[in-house]
């Protein structure tokens, strides 16, 4: 599935963090709750993690 990011700060430890949507936001809704944790693939390539902290429901 396809998201959108976009960064939001960048503590000097190299992390990000960065708000992020979903193209088809039904399909991720299930698995998506404070807490999880997804990979960033480009491809089939890791590129990132990331730890979800809040979930908005703009539906």
Known sequence: MSIL???L???ADGS???KIDFLVRDLVRPSLH??????VLE???I?????????????
Request: with cysteine; hydrophobic share 30%.
């Open 5 to 7: 990011v976009e960064q």
């Open 9 to 11: 700060e960048e503590p």
């Open 43 to 45: 491809g089939a390539r």
């Open 16 to 18: 990000r963090t960065c």
């Open 34 to 39: 404070p807490g999880s944790r997804l990979l």
């Open 47 to 59: 590129v990132g993690d990331m730890d979800v902290w809040v979930v908005h429901d703009d539906s």
